[in-house]
């Protein structure tokens, strides 16, 4: 056996070594390649990681951390498993079953994975198309409340009840922000088929006006805009306005306390439901 | 060992030389070609963004220019990884498997990114066959309200309550636009069993004519079209007209505060529910 | 090194620079059926376009136009972008990688595209199949209304209240459509108890033929089909006859007028609910 | 330069030219073949066609021609372009990104037509398994009617108001057929409580046996099952019975009549909603 | 030209015409194994089909046939498909693109047949797990009646009203049984708060004894188990028991009967809802 | 032609028949390869099948047999696709076209039998997890009942009234099981608003606390929580505790009874619906 | 044959025998490398596992080494799958089939594995994001309760009734999280038009402030906000106020109870529903 492997060592040309050197060359840069890919990639993640907290997403600390080194193992381990495969197709082995296999693995990964994908890209339009802003009052699906937290996955919402409302962004599709205008004042008042309406806008739009003389909060004056309902208990009357951002909450319950005051002063009926009875036996 | 290096030079003919000189040729072109790619790239994306100011796409400065280092950023890095994957082939590399890494991680990528190119598809479809433009009243889904911008991805609605809504494009499929023909006046007023309805016709076609008459926003005159429903009230008359687009909540509510002046001054009796009552013990 | 070159040249047999020769003349030819091919796409496409007027599909003039265009920019991209890739594989370039960054994203536009895809098929088979024409009345999911425009993408139908919906043929499965056959008319009249259900049958009847005989709109004279209900109110009879398409609404309207009179005329009693009250103390 | 060719054509042997012959003579054949397949295409198409009639699909005449038209148009561009494909990889072209290209393409439309393929499918099973024919009447989802058509692709049901519904068969997943057995009759009938129950049940079932023996589209004659419930309002009375498919509409109708008058006739109170009053001051 | 083919035939040996002659008996071959398995396959269907019969599917005898030559049409012409395939690819035509083509068809068919080869999948499991038999009453979503057939793609079940409905078994996912246990009698009885519960819960048992006692298709007694519910009425009771399979309806409705009259007879007051009126003026 | 045979078979070098054997018995070598692994399979599948007895899977003996030769005869015919595949590449056929086709069909089956891979996992892990045992009450989407059957494909569920339930394990999300904890015992009752709040909650603790103490189903002693609603009938006050699983409901039967009888015992007004009337002409 | 065999051995050059010996010598190093990737497997699973007690994911010891020794199986039938395909290549055997095989049953398992990749990446999502911890009480959907464990696939919440709801993780979108902030007291109190709302106001304020004093639970003391509505019964009042986390339920029972005591005293009229009767004959 040891004779055949020196007759076969003599029988090497130079080229044929020097076309092994090349491979084991080549196997060594793949290595030193593969450890600056690695640095490279540090820097690049950490410049992210950086450059994120100036744009506005809160990640504490200690997530931030812990996301970092998370990323890194991944990219770490993609990295030494393609070097490892080269290195592998180099020395002579097919790898095609091991590509295949891990391919398989991926895609069963990949598509478990695709709604964080989503979140993600979601999360990044949300803060590039500045839908809204940590303090806005919002509206998502059935969900609503002042933003608290706006994270690249998903968004914080307090609820009025005190509730915290954990939404992932992919999820967010329609978005109503409520904290970008004038919100609208909304009160209907009914009075009784016997009442003059005429008289009755004007005793609600006097009372309404002294009620928004000095309140700094109203944009634009309320107002009765007209007859919106006649059913069977009445006639309901409709005021509108405007107010500075979610502060019509607060003066639509005001006004419904001065219109009543001012119907009951003036004598104009608030009306029940009415029924007319035919007595038989 | 620089012995065998040295035979090794000197075994090399003229071919093999210019062979390598052709690889290394054709590399440096790669990246001449690479680099020629780039400054293509970045004419066509910058015409592009010129180009969509003209058609009415509203985005604002600070938000383009962001839009337009990302788009720059990830065809660099296309073009730079291709670059890097051919240059690889021609040192004799084998890149199926990073080519197939790299698939994976695209096509998860991709499947996450599917909604974002469906957004845009819509999008330039609702531009392009002028769905309604900014300053109509559309409904969509359950939202409804005035656009206020009509982005490549989202649509921004202004809700009567002073809120802005939010919805990407791809979320659109049904859209229901109200400002791109007149609008429907629709009343309906209900009278008692006892009255005489053709009076009451009579009556009430008066009334809106009067009011009608010096009103420019009516294109057709609102009119009783007949008895739409009997039930245990009463009979219900329908009034119907047209109005330029919009204008038909206002006129909507004047007529009912008409009619109801009208079929009071005429002793035409408004009726309330009845119940027959039979009196046991 | 100009000296290798030499040697080089004249080392060169006729054959390689035969194959030399071949080689670029290949890909003269290949940029040669690019051109033809781009020549030969816009007469297809022109013919398509001309074409499809005659079919009936509405497309405004500068619509038309930029649709052309884009289809042509479309084409063009992609015959440029297989003449260069079999260039550069001519050249000796590996064009495995551009194609598979190429193929994902494609599969990522085409996955996008998806419905639009959909909308274009579904439109054609709403025209080949005549599910309705412009001017039908038509139901598709929540929406009714009056076609207006049958386009390759989207259908616009006008609601009875001026507005204008615009569907995604694509979201078309179910369509009702009401302009293809005579309507139904249908109306209940409820009697009390008391009442002798055979003459209020006789005097429905009655009133309703003298009615229908001299409208032209009626193809089958309604007449009282029997008792459809009998609740805590009284008897309810249906009647139900044909007209003309959409022709019901408004003889409906009348028949209720009718029917109406000719109860109270003949004194047969329209009920309202009934109660029996049992008193203590 | 023709030296050089002069040299290159006596240079080739017998061998060379047989080659090339052979494959000129490959590519005649690849074209012949191809001229014969599209020639057999027609013949199956149309023996196709011409079979779809025999086995009750109906399709009007100028519609078949279009769609057979479509079938040879589609089949004869993908015929022409793998004649193409072979034939310009017969002649050292890299076919391979020409292909990706339009498979890429492909598979968009083939996911666009995933659901027309659904369609026909379905259609063919519901024809199949003769899940309904024309005449019958039929519920799918919400839609209920009598089947006026079935086609491949869709199926078209007059509903009772006169409207044409047109359902693709994809979305075709519960039938509820009408047509294929005895109908229910099934009517309810309120006592009061003080009433005799045994009493009631044989009146109705008195009366019943009356009409029910000169009817001939009664199977089995309805009888009282027995009280089904016992509310605020009084005592239900079950009435069921069996008729030919779709006459139990014109039967309960006559049933309810003869019910309300044998009840009255027996003095057998009907009775109305009762409430014990308490009165306080 | 001649003189070139009679040159080059001279110039083949022994062994390039043996190849050519093994080539050309491969081809033989590989149409003789094809004409085999097309045997095979028709043994292995109608081996199928006869099995089928057995395991108690049921599919009438002209349907079977039916069925039968499409899937020998599908098996040939997929068999004499890839023997051409397999030729072509010998006589040295390059078959990717055509292979490429198919499989693209092949896919857009796969996809839309997937809801088919669920459905089979499905029917198997529901036979394989005896899920229901013909005859038992069943509940699948909102249809409920007895199933008359369970095929390999649909169950046909036998509503109540005399329809059939026709569901894909892919379609069925949660089953309800009714046939395979016993039912249970629930029988609800509300009695006035002035009444004696424990005397009222006495007497309905002991009417219910009386019933039970002679009736084979009780398997538990039903017995009144306590007070479920207090409300504006009256204090309502529960009855509940146990009879063979179905047989629960009859005695609902017998248990009514009696119960109402042991109430009446030991006047024990049945409730109707009550009202305290407070007079105002 | 046998002279050339003669010929070729004496030009053959011992090489050339030597590679001829060895490509024999690596046909031969395969198919007993494929016969070891069969046999291996047995093993396998057979002693999963004597396993799955262990973990408390329960399938009857007949579906055990049944389902075991469904497996091995799936397994079969893979190695014999298999081994075949591999033996026509040896003798130089091209398998590729073959290897399509199965591959497309394979993919549409795999589609197809997706729920049922689903079905399995989701079972594995619910035996895995413990979420429930067999005589567990569970609640899963709408349908709540006894756990009579766990498999790996379904879970049969006996409902209260007799019904058994079968749902696919791949259908169950959210799984609620209320045998794994002590029960809630949830009573309210209204008393008038005339009527001694404290009082009234005295008087119920004092006769639950009698009931409480002889009932060994009882954990916690029930007690007034408090006021929960104040509505247009009265005060509702609502009783809570804790019982052994399962055994709440007739606790809370007898509780009802109980607190009857103790406010009606101690006068305490169990209120009607009041209405203030107004009477006008 | 054995001189045939003799001859071959003989001729075989020295190179030959080396190339065989690589060969075998590969194979070797294959399956070292595949059992020394089997040991590290292990370290790194065992590493996980520990590691996992760690972050706070609980699971009992028994399931743990379950769960464990499926993903040792698991990944161990990979390795020497992937092993045996390597010699086997080398064997030159063609494994192409064989892998498509593979493959395409590795796809179906990893379809249906998609929900259990999901569950896990979201699992592991809700513990690094700290979204809830063991004991907060939280809502998903339609389900609310106390959790009780949070894995990494599926979550356990205890219900109010004592049911134990069991949720996989990749069905938890939005979470509502009651225990991250104090909860809002919310209490309506309605009263009669005819009372005096200022007084009502101050008395009801003044009563929430005697109990509020002496309660260490009340963060913010409720308070009347205004009138919210204002019915045909009358007009309501609510009052807010803040409560450490989960502490509102009992806070609202007290309240009603005090503020129902303080109207009663201060004789302001809790209104019932009212009627205006017009009585006729």
Redesign the interface.
């Known amino acids: 056996m040891f004779d055949?492997?020196f007759?076969?060592l003599n029988?090497w040309t130079?080229?044929q070594?020097?076309a092994l050197g090349y491979r084991i060359l080549?196997m060594i840069l793949?290595w030193v390649a593969a450890s600056l890919l690695l640095k490279l990639e540090r820097i690049v993640v950490n410049r992210f990681f950086d450059g994120r907290a100036k744009i506005g997403i809160h990640v504490n600390r200690k997530?931030n951390d812990?996301?970092r080194e998370l990323i890194h193992s991944v990219v770490r381990y993609?990295i030494y498993?393609?070097a490892l495969?080269?290195t592998l197709?180099?020395m002579?082995?097919?790898?095609?079953?091991?590509?295949?296999?891990a391919?398989?693995?991926?895609?069963?990964?990949?598509?478990?994975?695709?709604?964080?994908?989503?979140d993600?890209?979601t999360g990044f339009?949300i803060i590039?198309?500045d839908?809204y802003s940590v303090g806005d009052f919002i509206?998502v699906?059935d969900?609503s409340g002042t933003v608290e937290e706006i994270?690249l996955?998903?968004t914080r919402i307090?609820?009025?009840?005190?509730?915290?409302?954990?939404?992932?962004n992919g999820?967010i599709?329609?978005?109503?922000?409520?904290s970008?205008?004038?919100?609208?004042v909304?009160v209907e008042?009914t009075i009784a088929?016997e009442a003059d309406?005429d008289r009755a806008i004007e005793v609600i739009d006097k009372v309404i006006g002294e009620y928004a003389s000095d309140n700094p909060d109203i944009v634009e004056i309320p107002r009765v805009?007209?007859?919106?309902?006649?059913d069977?208990?009445g006639?309901t009357l409709r005021v509108v306005g405007?107010t500075l951002?979610m502060k019509?909450w607060?003066i639509e319950?005001?006004l419904?306390?001065a219109i009543?005051?001012a119907l009951?002063e003036n004598r104009i009926e608030?009306?029940?439901?009415?029924?007319?009875?035919?007595?038989?036996?």
């Open positions: 055949l492997i007759t076969w029988r130079a080229d070594y020097l080549k793949i997530k812990t996301l993609a498993f393609l495969m080269i197709g180099e002579g082995v097919d790898t095609t079953s091991i590509i295949a296999t391919g398989i693995g991926g895609l069963a990964i990949g598509f478990g994975a695709q709604s964080l994908v989503k993600v890209i339009f590039f198309e839908q509206k699906e969900i994270g996955r998903i307090r609820g009025f009840k005190g509730d915290i409302n954990i939404i992932p999820q599709s329609k978005v109503t922000n409520y970008r205008g004038n919100s609208a909304i008042a088929y309406v805009i007209g007859v919106v309902e006649m069977n208990v006639v405007r951002p019509h607060g319950r005001d419904r306390k009543l005051g009951e608030i009306p029940y439901p009415r029924l007319v009875v035919l007595n038989r036996d």
